[in-house]
């Protein structure tokens, strides 16, 4: 593995250009983090349609420019839709993301993943729990919820990049993100984040966005996501004075950064 620069001009094209395109994300979301990540989506500029339904789940994916798919809140039904869309983005060349939350809780949530991968996200995004159970490693994780350190999902991740041919991201306190060969990390952020639901599934929709920009760029979308999310977690806790403020805050600064700039830890 090595460890590279960012990749700084990258990522402020990628933000303006989401400005500029208002890229159509499809994100298959969780009941729970719909309304923030469609608000956090607006933000940016992109257009967010939480689209699942088996019916036309597969068909939107053809036209959308990238997919994103959380299985926090599954079900059958929820489920045929997701793989109707993975299919369809797959045929028809469209990029799309993977958020495998608490996948290691249930056979049925295991199941559902393993099904997924076999359409092949360009990134898998997660906290250190989930990306440790996904690499064959034991979770001390019961729920969404992460018990794991990042640096313990480092080693996994990779391997886990490698044999895929995908960019896993492990989110945390200092985020890791890795193609197998290539790494980097990213520090920032604010301790109000874990406190306010749907962070993490707000941020695999927008790195659905920077995805749909940068379609044969799958590392440096997930860079430019990663390092937004941080800045914007540490421009929204200035003046935050709890979780409530934090959270309107931090939409507020999402809408706002101009020049992505990512802090080394």
Known sequence: MSEMSYPLATMATALRTVRERAPLVQCIT????MNMAANAMLAIGASPAMVHAEEEAGEFAAFADALTVNIGTLSSDWLAGMLAATASARQAGKPWVL???AHQATAFRRQAVMRLLEHRPAVIRGNA??????SGSVSRAQGVDSRDAVEAAEAGAMRFAREQGTVVA?????????????SLRFAGGSPWMPRVTAMGC???CVMGAMLAVLPGQPF????????????AGEC????????GSF???????????DDVQPRAP
């Open 247 to 257: 959270h309107w805050r931090f939409i507020d600064a999402l809408a706002t950064i």
């Open 236 to 243: 929204a806790a200035r003046d935050a004075e709890g979780p």
């Open 129 to 134: 729990s989930e990306m440790l159970a996904l």
């Open 99 to 101: 958020d495998p939350v």
């Open 170 to 182: 492990v989110t945390g306190e200092v985020d890791f993100l890795t193609d197998g060969e290539r």
């Open 30 to 33: 969780n009941f729970v983090a």
């Open 220 to 231: 440096e979308a997930a860079a430019t996501t990663l390092a937004l999310f941080k800045q």
């Open 202 to 204: 707000t941020q695999t």
